[in-house]
Nanobody
Framework: QVQFVESGGGLVQPGGSLRLSCVAS????????MGWYRQAPGKQRELVAS???????NYADSVKGRATISRDDAKNTMYLQMNSLKPEDTAGYYC??????????WGPGTQVTVSS
């Protein structure tokens, strides 16, 4: 069973940038569709970006133009570059399969806090 560990979060000022990483314990080659999710306190977890093995990418409207998702199957790693961060981006960020591939246990996540 694949397990995920997220990293790269932190405290950043509005307008700043972060690069989040998601390392899988097993091969992600077989996970066709992968995604980054976030959950803010008191809110439901939401999908913010997804990428297929074929390179098809989708972004939530809330991050479109500010986020770049990528994956390196050879390194079993997925990334999320977030720019022009806003206070409303404050949340725990998680990775997992997306769509029909949302079949794995959630990792510990990485906290992103955007505040001056």
């Amino acid at each position: 069973q694949v397990q995920f560990v997220e990293s790269g979060g932190g405290l950043v000022q509005p307008g700043g940038s972060l690069r989040l990483s998601c390392v899988a314990s097993g091969s992600i080659f077989s996970i066709y569709n992968m995604g980054w999710y976030r959950q803010a306190p008191g809110k439901q977890r939401e999908l913010v970006a997804s990428i297929t093995a074929g390179g098809h990418i989708n972004y939530a409207d809330s991050v479109k133009g500010r986020a770049t998702i990528s994956r390196d199957d050879a390194k079993n790693t997925m990334y999320l570059q977030m720019n022009s961060l806003k206070p409303e981006d404050t949340a725990g960020y998680y990775c997992n399969g997306a769509g029909g591939d949302l079949n794995y246990a959630w990792g510990p996540g990485t906290q992103v806090t955007v505040s001056s």
